[in-house]
């Protein structure tokens, strides 16, 4: 299972984590394992407070990125940046197919069924650019 807390990088507030954790450790009967929990801070957290948290959380580590079923756990203002990995996908799965022979109906039903399944979980979970999807549009009409 995964869970997301948020809080901000203090003792009392890390404490309250703290607790929470434990019970959902009592109530549940399962242990939390620490070795798979993981951390991020935000880029003005000072070097101290991210210590400072750090030893109370004991063996947590900290990620600056993270994903989840493909998708990044944190997304910043730049979503072209982060979710540009569709048009590489794409690119890969285009060069695959750049010396084979295909009929023109196979060509449409390559671009639909593969092409534009490529984002469909993504475009589940956030709103993509319009600049990627004009960059995928116009992969697809360079293919013909």
């Excluded at 070097?47 to 998708?71: E, F, I, R």
């Excluded at 004009?134 to 992969?139: E, G």
């Amino acid at each position: 299972m995964v869970y997301s807390f948020f809080c901000r990088a203090n003792e009392k507030e890390v404490n309250q984590i703290m607790k929470i954790l434990d019970y959902y450790r009592r109530v549940s009967g399962e242990m939390v394992n620490t070795d798979k929990c993981s951390v991020f801070f935000s880029k003005n957290t000072s070097s101290d407070q991210v210590k400072k948290v750090m030893d109370q959380l004991g063996n947590m580590k900290v990620v600056k990125h993270s994903k989840y079923l493909g998708l990044s756990i944190v997304v910043g203002r730049s979503k072209c940046q982060i979710l540009s990995y569709i048009k590489d996908k794409v690119d890969r799965r285009m060069q695959n197919w750049k010396g084979k022979f295909f009929s023109r109906a196979g060509k449409e039903v390559l671009l639909k069924s593969v092409i534009l399944s490529i984002p469909k979980y993504t475009m589940a979970c956030f709103k993509i650019p319009k600049k990627i999807c004009k960059a995928i549009s116009s992969r697809m009409a360079w293919f013909w």
